[in-house]
Antibody, heavy 118, light 108 residues
């Protein structure tokens, strides 16, 4: 069965960077893209961007351009999301999600809480 | 790109039907048949309920249906059950992806 397993919770100081991993199993990794979606405490979902696991092409949300980088390692079927220059309003649960048929998300990781606090 | 507009809350009694609306623009909901809907229970990851406007993934109850008219998409849940109580988010593709603000469904 398809599974996305994310790395554990992180606590970072403002200005630092965080890198969250998402290890996929149960399907051919390079056949689907991976999106990253975050959810601030008590708030809604925010799409951060998408990466093709086939060729590494990316599409980032305009709001995060310049601060976010998404990569994949096909040898380990793992996707990564790095966010730099962290601010307190980056505190959120970060999810990876696999494409279903296009820009919709059929499988989700369990979420990774990133807390930004001085 | 602005978020899609959803009602903050809706409610219904067991067995009833409810509809959640999702209003966008001619640049997103109105232009693409790529609206999806997600159910999220507290502390859990979202779950895909509807994709490409009206299609149900395998395993999703046929009590859930999606439709679109102009710039507004809708999710209808029929035969409401207690376990349907959750937050629901719509989502549309328009060059990038935009979510609605979410709707809290309460089953009375």
């Amino acid at each position: 069965q398809v599974q996305l397993v994310q790395s554990g919770a992180e606590v970072k100081k403002p200005g630092a960077s965080v890198k969250v991993s998402c290890k996929a199993s149960g399907y051919t990794f390079t056949s689907y893209g991976i999106s990253w979606v975050r959810q601030a405490p008590g708030q809604g979902l925010e799409w951060m961007g998408w990466i093709s696991a086939y060729n590494g092409n990316t599409n980032y949300a305009q709001k995060l351009q310049g601060r976010v980088t998404m990569t994949t390692d096909t040898s380990t079927s793992t996707a990564y999301m790095e966010l730099r220059s962290l601010r307190s309003d980056d505190t959120a649960v970060y999810y990876c999600a696999r494409d279903h048929s296009g820009y919709d998300f059929g499988y989700w990781g369990q979420g990774t809480l990133v807390t930004v606090s001085s | 790109q602005s978020a899609l507009t959803q009602p903050a809350s809706v409610s219904g009694s067991p067995g009833q039907s409810i509809t959640i609306s999702c209003t966008g623009t001619s640049s997103d909901v109105g232009s693409y048949n790529l609206v999806s809907w997600y159910q999220q229970h507290p502390g859990k990851a979202p779950k895909l309920m509807i994709y490409e406007g009206s299609k149900r993934p395998s395993g999703v109850s046929n009590r859930f249906s999606g439709s679109k008219s102009g710039n507004t998409a809708s999710l209808t849940i029929s035969g409401l059950q207690a376990e349907d109580e959750a937050d629901y988010y719509c989502c549309s593709y328009a060059g990038s992806v935009v979510f609605g603000g979410g709707t809290k469904l309460t089953v009375l």
